[in-house]
């Protein structure tokens, strides 16, 4: 198990490595737990990313006073499925993490847009 934190997802991926990336008495060599680790630490990076860009420009709109409560469910809801993936993230187990924070970047990336077009973006 590990006993540092993994800020990046090449770091995910070699924190990974030092059990499962060399042959040990109890777990077996495995490469695709390194690659599944890496790309489960990108899809959370990219859906963040989004719900940052997505405060952001809620922000921007309840400062020019623009009705956005419907944008505002859909990005609680999108922070809920961020949430929950990082919770899986710690499972060690990396069953639905990609998957999980990929659809929260789908849904963050339609209520940024959302939020963009109310705002008079193009």
Sequence with gaps: MASTVASFPTDAAKLCAQ?????RDVL???DDIQAGAQTAMEAIDRANGIVIWANGLMDAAKERK?????EEAELAAVKT???DSKAKWHTFTLVGVRETADAAFAKGVIVKDKLRTKLGFK
């Design 66 to 70: 623009v009705n956005v409560a419907a």
């Design 28 to 30: 077996p060599k495995r």
């Design 81 to 83: 499925m961020l949430a």
């Design 19 to 23: 059990c499962h990336g060399v042959e």
